[in-house]
């Protein structure tokens, strides 16, 4: 090392304070994870073979967003429609995440929220909202009824 990038020297009997913040983080985020239900026997089925409740949060936010999506208001746009598909993906990949390491399943997640992907990708951009909406019903219904099936494979309350 060159002289202007070398360490300073500690003075003898003395340690470097430096591991004091990654060590007050690791004991701060342990806190969070015990206050939110995390952790338990490292399974990651919160301790008695159901998932995490993470994992029911996630689908809860994912269905509030395809209803969103389904009950857009009369001045709404394709445009609009697509911003919430990207909040949709979001909070699809959040299940994804969550839900890996659990016996939850969201290939169906997955396969249904493609297939609005591409039926949103062929929307006419000058189309109303309501017509928009409208044209992907089918689409929007099945994402909302895989969400449901992953709800109740998962045991989460609202499934």
């Known amino acids: 090392m060159t002289p202007s990038t070398a360490p300073a020297p500690v003075p003898s009997g003395r340690r470097r304070a430096r591991h004091a913040v990654p060590g007050a983080l690791l004991a701060a985020a ?29 689908l809860a936010d994912l269905k509030s967003q395809t209803g969103e999506m389904a009950t857009m208001e009369p001045s709404g746009t394709v445009t609009d429609l697509q911003d ?25 997640l997955r396969a249904a929220f493609d297939r609005l992907d591409t039926s949103m990708d062929r929307l006419d951009r ?27 494979s998962a045991g989460c309350a609202g499934g």
Do not use: H, W, Y
Not at 33 to 58: K, R
Not at 133 to 151: G, R, S
């Open 30 to 58: 342990a806190g969070l994870f015990a206050l939110a239900g995390c952790g338990g026997d490292g399974d990651g089925s919160g301790g008695d073979g159901n998932p995490t409740q993470a994992v029911c949060a996630d």
């Open 126 to 152: 000058n189309m109303t909202g309501t017509a928009a909406v409208d044209q992907i019903k089918p689409d929007l219904d099945a994402l909302t009824k895989a969400i449901t099936d992953a709800e109740r």
């Open 84 to 108: 919430m598909r990207a909040d949709l993906s979001e909070d699809l990949g959040d299940v994804e995440d969550t839900a890996e390491g659990t016996a939850v399943r969201t290939d169906g």
